[in-house]
């Protein structure tokens, strides 16, 4: 996987008088590892602040098998901390850190996710991959491909290539998760209705009017919304994968995401959103470790050790 580097932000003129911004962070040890980050959109007005205080988690689970991290987790410290409360995680590549434990699923209960980020990937070696790991059932394919810094695949370049994501699932058995679309910087594609129903088009017109097999849906939500957002994706009829959110409305007006207390109320609305929607399946706060962490977003401080933000999201009710 291609590390890089990403901060600043995007403004956009989108539909619905949303403002988009484009935001990420990637790089080594204290900062996020990631080949793509997802973009925020001003939702409207964000509702009313609630006390951040979670109700009591669920008696008798254990933990939420939806909840994840999108982080490159590497050390067996990291993965004890978050082991209480996180059920899987992914890092953007198609394997796991290779200083990551290898027991990672008897030790911690917690599941890797491989994904293929964008067109450009070696079939054989990830069939030969997942077939040596009948555990791993599911593959995330495709980040942001609206995002010209990110997979930036037009829908007609990305119809041409998802027959190939079929032929590894139909040899393999895993369930196709994604593309894993935002609002986007794709001129004409910004939003992730309008890529998506271009792709759609482009892969019929190639494929006999047969759809593509999507298993679940990915999506990317940095602001205020996420379930008005879920529910503009509705209409494709796709359970969801939430693989990258987290709170990042940022300016000047009010709202915007400058407390730790700001980013745990945000926290506890979205996870509430995630868990008690039946049409969310899995979702990943991102991240695990950011340097430019102006959001109060980052789970992990020092090797092995939660931040508050950290702690509160084990905490979390399901």
């Known amino acids: 996987m291609s590390v890089r580097k990403r901060i600043g932000h995007c403004l956009l003129a989108v539909m619905m008088a949303f403002t988009i911004s484009a935001c990420g962070g ?4 204290d900062t996020t590892t990631k080949n793509g980050t997802g973009s925020g959109g001003n939702g409207g007005a964000p ?21 994840g991290v999108a982080y490159d987790l590497a050390s067996a410290a990291d993965f ?26 008897t030790a911690y209960g917690m599941d890797y996710i491989p994904m293929l980020w964008n ?29 010209v810094d990110q997979a930036n695949l037009s829908p007609a370049a990305a119809a041409a290539a998802w027959p190939r994501y079929e032929s590894i699932a139909s040899r393999t058995g895993v369930k196709l998760v994604g593309p894993a679309i ?6 004409g594609y910004e939003d992730p209705v309008a890529w998506l129903d271009a792709f759609y088009a482009a892969y019929r017109a190639a494929n006999g009017n047969r759809d ?57 609305e979205m996870v509430s959103t995630c868990e008690q929607r039946p049409d969310v399946f899995r979702y990943a706060w991102f991240t695990g470790r950011w340097n430019h962490d102006v959001h109060f977003t980052s789970l992990l401080a020092a090797d092995g050790v939660l931040t508050e933000l950290g702690r509160y999201y084990l905490s979390l009710p399901y």
Not at 26 to 29: A, F, L, R, T, V
Not at 50 to 57: D, E, F, G, H
């Open 47 to 67: 509702p009313a602040m609630a006390p951040a205080t979670p109700p009591a988690s669920t008696p008798g689970a254990a933990k939420s098998a939806k909840r």
């Open 80 to 105: 004890a901390a978050l082991a209480p409360g996180v059920s899987w995680w992914y890092n953007w590549a198609s394997q796991p850190n290779a200083a990551a434990p290898a027991d990672v699923k």
């Open 182 to 187: 935002t609002w986007g910087t794709m001129p």
């Open 212 to 268: 593509p097999q999507i298993d679940y849906l990915a999506f990317h939500w940095y602001d205020y919304g996420l379930g008005s957002q879920l529910d503009r994706l509705a209409k494709y009829g796709k359970p969801f994968w939430v693989t990258e959110f987290a709170n990042w409305h940022s300016g000047s007006d009010g709202a915007q995401i400058d407390t730790l207390e700001k980013q745990k109320r945000q926290m506890q």
């Open 119 to 147: 067109d450009n990937f070696d079939a054989v070696a990830i069939e030969a991959y997942l077939r040596a790991r009948p555990g791993i059932r599911y593959l995330l394919v495709m980040n942001e491909p609206n995002l």
């Open 26 to 29: 990637g790089g080594e040890e």
